[in-house]
Structures are given as structure tokens and as C-alpha cells.
T-cell receptor, first 116, second 114 residues
Framework: LAKTTQPISMDSYEGQEVNITCSHN???????ITWYQQFPSQGPRFIIQ???TKVTNEVASLFIPADRKSSTLSLPRVSLSDTAVYYC?????????????????FGKGTHLIIQP | DTGVSQDPRHKITKRGQNVTFRCDPI?????LYWYRQTLGQGPEFLTY????????KSRLLSDRFSAERPKGSFSTLEIQRTEQGDSAMYLC????????????FGEGSRLTVL
């Protein structure tokens, strides 16, 4: 089971780019990296997923170095509504083939606070 | 609304009572997951189904917890003889087989055990 380490909290300001880094030193060859966002009293919401290099969608980018032992979620030009908890999950290769659920473990996440 | 729905949204019960939560996944999703979340913590994985088969249940918190998905559609999570420590948000999520990670979560069912 690949354990992840993220900062407990981060602060930033509206309009800034925010980068949240997740460490996962024990990532397995077939593991994916997935990020979720959660607002209070709501279920988590998928943001982005990647395996290596860079992935970009309409809300975020995910940077993964060659050794895959860390990943960085990048949120461009944040707004107050981006204040939330962000979770990094690693694993899932066995689950996706019908095996265990190692890719479904959420840590404590990073509480991102955006100020005006 | 075609998202994941959970019922009830809130449940207050007395210690020792049984409670049941229902989850209706997105209709074409064959995988369904249950999580528990306590204040300040990330969601804690409990169990998941592929169609009606429960493929992982070793992480259910105790034998008081059980889940079913009898026809591969909706699922129920039952907690017997509730304890105050069971107070939490219970989250359900669904996904498609073959997808590599996008879980669609419901709004959750908040349990308060008095």
C-alpha cells in the first residue's frame, strides 16, 4: 500500500497559482495518482489523475517526475471557491483488475485556504 | 439528477439501535463503494462491490457493519447495535469497471448516535 504525505494546510490568495505536493515514495509500477477535492458536508470530487509526466484538464494540472515518488497538483488562478480539502491517492492497479482496494485510501488531505 | 444519491441524509438514533443507509449509484456504474468519514479525517474505505459481488469487506469496522447489493443496483449499509463512536458521515461512491480511478460520490448520510 503506497502511503502518501501531504502538507496539512496551505494558504494563498485569489488569482495566485497554487501547487500542492504529495509524496509517495513506495509507489508501485502500475499505480496511478489521483487527486480529489472536498468541500464541507459534501462527498469528494475527482479533479485529475495521472501516471507519469504531465496531465492537464480544465481545472488543474498534475506534474509527475520521472521517478514518480511525488506529484504536484497545480491550480491556476485560484478563487475563494477553491477553499477546500485536497486529497492525493495512489494505487488502484490491483483494484482495477478486480483485486484489492489499495487505491481507495484517503489520507488527511491538504486544507487549502484562499484569501481575498 | 443522475448522480449518486444517498438516503437518509441525516439520521439520529439512540445507542444500541440498528440503522440502515441506502445508496443508489449512477445507473450504468457497476462498482459501488462505502466510506466512513469522521470530523477532520479523510474518508475511510469500508467495502466495495462489483455488480452484486462484494469484492472487499475486510475493512468493515466490525461485525456490526454489513453491506449488501442484492441486484447489483442500489446498496445498503447496516450498522447493528450502534455505538456513539459510529457517529460519522457515511459516503457512497460509484464507478465503472475499467476506469482508473474516478469515483463519483454522493452527498453522504450523517449519523449521530446519542
Amino acid at each position: 500500500l503506497a502511503k502518501t504525505t501531504q502538507p496539512i494546510s496551505m494558504d494563498s490568495y485569489e488569482g495566485q497559482e497554487v501547487n500542492i505536493t504529495c509524496s509517495h515514495n513506495n509507489i508501485a509500477t502500475n499505480d496511478y495518482i489521483t487527486w480529489y477535492q472536498q468541500f464541507p458536508s459534501q462527498g469528494p470530487r475527482f479533479i485529475i489523475q495521472g501516471y507519469k509526466t504531465k496531465v492537464t484538464n480544465e481545472v488543474a494540472s498534475l506534474f509527475i517526475p520521472a521517478d514518480r515518488k511525488s506529484s504536484t497538483l497545480s491550480l491556476p488562478r485560484v478563487s475563494l471557491s477553491d477553499t477546500a480539502v485536497y486529497y492525493c491517492l495512489v494505487g488502484g492497479s490491483s483494484m482495477y483488475s478486480g483485486g484489492g482496494a489499495d487505491g481507495l485510501t484517503f489520507g488527511k488531505g491538504t486544507h487549502l485556504i484562499i484569501q481575498p | 439528477d443522475t448522480g449518486v444519491s444517498q438516503d437518509p441524509r441525516h439520521k439520529i438514533t439512540k445507542r444500541g439501535q440498528n440503522v440502515t443507509f441506502r445508496c443508489d449509484p449512477i445507473s450504468e456504474h457497476n462498482r459501488l463503494y462505502w466510506y466512513r468519514q469522521t470530523l477532520g479525517q479523510g474518508p475511510e474505505f469500508l467495502t466495495y462491490f462489483q455488480n452484486e459481488a462484494q469484492l472487499e469487506k475486510s475493512r468493515l469496522l466490525s461485525d456490526r457493519f454489513s453491506a449488501e447489493r442484492p441486484k447489483g443496483s442500489f446498496s445498503t449499509l447496516e450498522i447493528q447495535r450502534t455505538e456513539q463512536g459510529d457517529s460519522a458521515m457515511y459516503l457512497c461512491a460509484s464507478s465503472l469497471t475499467g476506469d482508473t480511478g474516478e469515483l463519483f460520490f454522493g452527498e453522504g448520510s450523517r449519523l449521530t448516535v446519542l
